[in-house]
């Protein structure tokens, strides 16, 4: 499948109206600095406005995501096949997006951290050596939230403007499978297995073997 490229984020009011999603896989909302989102769905065909899914969103996040990002700046691995940007912010993002609302009460989430790296063609390796270490943070912080998959996304470096990649790749692991990643004796690539087993290749779905954003 070929990778999306996607246009820089603004901060302005963002509407999106009427996405075609599965109603028992909530549409995750796009986070953007200070702004609002507004998302009606469209399920089996039949138009049904589930009301508005509204997030206030800080340019800096969420306390949590920021306590991940502060925790792996200039402490993820640096393997030669998925090498970090040169320059760049690591992570270069961190953002947490409310997806649904857990029959409790409390929201679901699925937090985000993008690494930025220096190839348009990363090794697998490389990638979950970067996603492991991310996904192990991303658990500690967030074991006790509701929590539908942690994503460690990947600006590739194909032609980008201020150095943000224009194409963005992922992987997304599930919290089950994140808190394997406590035990010594499971490294990254029982993690990359598991998850590769475990993808069932729809995208929107966790957990995600390499999968767009």
């Known amino acids: 499948m070929s990778p999306i490229i996607y246009p820089p984020l603004d901060a302005s009011l963002s509407i999106v109206a009427f996405a075609a999603v599965s109603p028992a896989d909530p549409v995750a909302l796009p986070l953007t600095a200070g702004g609002l989102v507004v998302a009606g769905v469209v399920g089996g065909g039949t138009l049904a406005f589930l009301g508005a899914v509204v997030a206030y969103v800080l340019q800096s996040g969420d306390d949590r995501v ?8 200039d402490d993820l691995p640096a393997p030669t096949d998925a090498p970090v940007r040169e320059g760049a912010d690591v992570p270069s993002a961190a953002d947490l997006h409310e997806v649904a609302e857990h029959e409790d009460g409390d929201p679901v989430y699925v937090p985000v951290i993008r690494v930025p790296l220096g ?11 970067h996603a492991a270490r991310a996904a192990a943070a991303l658990h500690d912080e967030f074991e006790d939230a509701h929590v539908r998959g942690y994503d460690v996304e990947f600006g590739l470096d194909d032609g980008s403007l201020g150095g943000v990649g224009r194409t963005v790749k992922r992987v997304a692991v599930t919290p089950e499978i994140a808190e394997r990643l406590r035990d010594r004796d499971y490294d990254h690539r029982d993690l990359r297995s598991d998850v590769a ?11 995600v073997d390499w999968g767009t954003r």
């Open 66 to 73: 920021d306590r991940v990002a502060e925790a792996l700046d």
């Open 119 to 129: 190839t348009a063609d990363p090794g697998t390796d490389g990638v979950y050596r």
């Open 197 to 207: 087993d475990a993808d069932d290749g729809d995208p929107g779905v966790p957990p």
